[in-house]
Each structure stands twice: as structure tokens, then as C-alpha cells.
């Protein structure tokens, strides 16, 4: 229970910069275009106006290519501007009422990292050899390469020894000095492969200095709420109701959906995990269905159950995107945006609508952050489903059937959000319809 008291008001727009702003796919000291951190800045208005009150930014250090295999963590990606470009950025956001929180990749580097380059150039001397995992040949000298412990297989990227005091000071020290310059927080990614000890000295140590920072760590499997606990973090992200929302709405099958939620509300008892439908690693919710018309329906689901939710750039567009397993495979999902909103195509408008919508709703209904789920009604193609956390309840009702249903309104008199209509204690529900009620 250590997340910052803002978080509980928070909904992100995750952008992934190094695609966003169209910048090289690989390092550079001479990009085709300076400064393009600020090129973000003409989109804050339009974050705001969508209802999110934060700008969760992927990669922007020094980075080789992609932005996760970091070289310089005090240095911004020339392909993306300076560090008076991001203070910028940060002041702008401020300016509008919007939280900041950055992308840090503490498992792994890139090959270039200053420590371990001092390790390929000193050999099994250098003062930074401890700070990695290394397999050095007999008679090693400085100009050999020994074999490292990597992320996962991805040579590039090399894994760092947790185990190390020295890495553990240095990234206290890298999330200091940004939070320092106005983050607000710390997005972790590939958490999962860190110690959880790791993770409780750390952010002990950098709570210390910033009470109200938030740490939310990248989990794809596993016992969420233990890995929260035991490394100090405020959150993780909700893979598993991710795949439930998607799945359960291609398959017709609500009983898939009811089952996550119901392990969810078990997690909002220690924490509140970060929800989404789309992020810069998977296939665009847009694609990912097979029935564009379920889309509302997904976006209720994400807006009226606990969590903290996060809606990737140009989701709210319904922009499509399909990741791949390959070489280039994350191209398709992290696009290049028009370098001002008003050059959006109107095509994506009813989409944006609909994000407004569910939003606004969210935003006045803040207790919906630790709110837990309570199903009403389940078939496989209509579900209903309570959401309350103190004084606060809302019944949400959802029907992924090609026919109108009619479905029990748990005591709800007012329709707050949906097409549907109210029949005394029951709302009808037209084909594929849904209903947010009060």
C-alpha cells in the first residue's frame, strides 16, 4: 500500500517516442531531425482533452536502437533531442496538470554501456567486471570478450548482476536524478527477471528522497501481488486480464472474463495493478479482435474495474497493428503520429468518442481505482457485474450476442453510459451493446 495518493486519479496515455516522433531505427549523432521530444508537446492538449491525466513515455535514454538497450541513462537518445528537451517536456505537462512517468530498463544494457565497455577494453580488471555475469576463457586478458549472461537470449542486450551493490547505488542514482528533474515515476520494465530484493532496496532508497513516486513493474506471469510486495512497488502490469478481455469477447465465452476478474479483485486487496487493452508490445486491441463492433465493449471493461488504467497511443484512434516474432516485428505497433492532432483522420473519431466517454465517466468515478467485481448475471454471450469500492457502486451489463437481452439491472436506476435502454429493474440491451449504469 505504498502507491502515492495521485496515482489514485491517474489514467495514462503510454506513447513509445523513438516510433512516435518517426525517429532512425538504430543510433545516431547527426539524426535527420533535432529536438523531436518536442514535437510531443502539441499532443499534451489532445492527452487532455482524451481525459488521461498522465504521459507514461517509453524509452528515452541513449539506447542503440529500439530504447531498451540503454548506453547512457543520464543522456537523452540524440534521435530524440537533449535533456533541456525532455525539462521541457516535463514542464509542459506540468504546466497542464500531467504526470510524467519514464520507462527505466535496469535488467539489461546495450553493448555499449560505458561499464560494460570498460569490462571488453580492461578485461577481468576493470573496476565494472562485478557489475555483470561473466564467463571469462583461461588466460583472459583486457581485449578478450568473455561470455555474459544476456535477457532471454538477445545477445545485444546484457544482463546485469543485481547481486552487486554498485548496480543497485547506480540506479538509485539514475532514478534520483530524473525524478529530480520532475518525473513522477518509474515504469520497470522486464521486472519479472530482477530479485525482488533488488527491487526493495532500491525503491526504499529512492522513496526516501521522493515519498510520492510511483513504481510500476513489468509482470507478465506469476504471483503478481507476491512480486509487489516483496520488491516495495506500488504495481504491475495485468497481463492476464489483458488476455481475458480479448479473448473472452473473440470466443463468446464471459466465463473466461468472469474468472479474471475475480483473481483481480484478489489482487486489489494489496495493490491496484495497471490495466490496459494495448501496449507497445502486443497486437493492437483494433486487431486483436475479430469483431470491430465488440471494441466499446472492451473499453468498458478496461474503464469500470479497478486498476490503473493506460490507453496506448492511437488506440484511442482505433489505429491496427499486428506484432510479429521477428527481427522488425514491433514496427506495425509503434507508428510514426501526425505531427499535430488536427491532421488525425476523422475515421478514428467515434473511437475517440468512445474513449472520452468511458473516461470522463472513470474521472468521476475516482473510487473506481480499488473498486472489486461482484458478477450479477453470466452466459457465455451477456454478463453483468457490480463494481463498488466504499460508498461507491456501479453496475456494468455487456452483451457480445447478435440478438437485444434483457438483463437483470442490480438495483440500478439511471443509465450513466451505453445505448440501452431501462425497463423498470431491467435494461434491455441491443446486439452487442453495453450499459454503465447507477
Not at 554498485?166 to 518525473?183: P, T, Y
Not at 473466461?256 to 508490445?281: I, K, Q, Y
Given at each position: ?24 531505427k ?19 492538449d489532445?492527452?487532455v ?23 547512457d ?24 496538470g ?30 565494472t ?34 547481486a ?15 525524478l529530480?528533474?520532475g ?24 522513496r526516501a ?15 503478481y ?34 474468472a ?29 479482435l475479430?469483431d ?29 497493428g ?15 503520429f ?13 473511437v ?14 475516482a ?13 457465455n454471450?451477456v454478463l ?22 434483457r ?6 436506476s439511471?443509465?450513466l ?6 425497463d ?5 440491451l ?9
Amino acid at each position: 500500500m505504498n502507491e502515492p495518493d495521485w496515482i489514485q486519479h491517474a489514467i495514462w496515455w503510454q506513447v513509445y517516442p523513438l516510433g512516435f516522433v518517426g525517429a532512425e531505427k538504430t543510433t545516431t549523432t547527426e539524426p535527420a531531425a533535432p529536438h523531436r521530444l518536442l514535437d510531443l508537446v502539441p499532443w499534451l492538449d489532445y492527452a487532455v482533452e482524451l481525459g488521461a491525466s498522465g504521459i507514461a513515455l517509453g524509452p528515452v535514454f541513449a539506447a542503440e536502437t529500439h530504447g531498451y538497450d540503454t548506453t547512457d541513462y543520464f543522456a537523452i537518445d540524440p534521435r530524440l533531442g537533449t535533456l533541456e528537451d525532455l525539462d521541457t517536456l516535463v514542464a509542459e505537462a506540468h504546466r497542464r496538470g500531467l504526470r510524467i512517468l519514464l520507462d527505466g530498463v535496469f535488467n539489461h544494457v546495450g553493448r555499449s554501456f560505458g561499464p560494460f565497455q570498460q569490462v571488453l577494453t580492461e578485461g577481468p580488471g576493470a573496476d565494472t567486471a562485478t557489475w555483470f555475469t561473466l564467463d571469462w576463457p583461461d588466460g583472459a586478458a583486457p581485449g578478450v570478450e568473455p561470455g555474459y549472461r544476456d535477457f532471454e537470449g538477445h545477445h545485444h542486450l546484457v544482463a546485469l548482476n543485481h547481486a552487486e551493490p554498485a548496480v543497485a547505488d547506480f540506479v538509485v542514482e539514475v532514478m534520483q536524478f530524473w525524478l529530480d528533474r520532475g518525473a513522477d515515476g518509474w515504469r520497470l520494465d522486464a521486472a519479472y527477471a530482477v530479485p525482488s530484493t533488488f527491487w526493495a532496496g532500491v525503491t526504499s532508497r529512492v522513496r526516501a528522497a521522493h515519498p510520492d513516486a510511483y513504481f510500476v513493474g513489468e509482470y507478465i506471469h506469476g504471483d503478481y501481488a507476491a512480486e509487489v510486495t516483496a520488491g516495495g512497488l506500488d504495481s504491475a502490469t495485468q497481463y492476464e486480464l489483458w488476455k481475458a478481455i480479448w479473448s473472452s469477447l473473440n470466443d463468446a465465452n464471459f466465463f473466461e472474463l468472469a474468472a479474471a476478474l475475480e483473481r483481480h479483485t484478489a489482487l486489489l486487496a494489496s495493490f491496484a495493478p495497471l490495466t490496459f487493452v494495448g501496449n507497445h508490445d502486443v497486437t493492437r486491441i483494433s486487431s486483436r479482435l475479430d469483431d470491430a463492433a465488440l471494441l466499446p465493449l472492451a473499453l468498458v471493461i478496461l474503464f469500470t474495474v479497478g486498476g490503473t488504467p493506460s490507453v496506448y497511443y492511437g488506440d484511442e484512434q482505433g489505429y491496427r497493428g499486428i506484432k510479429e516474432d521477428r527481427a522488425g516485428g514491433d514496427d506495425d505497433v509503434r507508428p510514426l503520429f501526425p505531427a499535430s492532432p488536427g491532421d488525425l483522420s476523422a475515421i478514428g473519431q467515434p473511437v475517440f468518442a468512445v474513449h472520452q466517454e468511458l473516461i470522463g465517466l472513470r474521472r468521476r468515478h475516482a473510487w473506481l481505482h480499488r473498486a472489486t467485481t461482484e458478477i450479477l448475471q453470466l452466459s457465455n454471450e451477456v454478463l453483468s457485474y457490480r463494481a463498488g469500492a466504499g460508498s461507491g457502486s456501479l453496475v456494468v451489463a455487456l452483451n457480445l450476442s447478435d440478438s437485444e437481452q434483457r438483463v437483470d439491472a442490480g438495483g440500478a436506476s439511471s443509465l450513466l453510459g451505453g445505448h440501452a435502454s431501462l425497463d423498470g429493474g431491467v435494461v434491455v440491451l441491443p446486439p452487442k451493446g453495453w450499459a454503465v449504469l447507477d
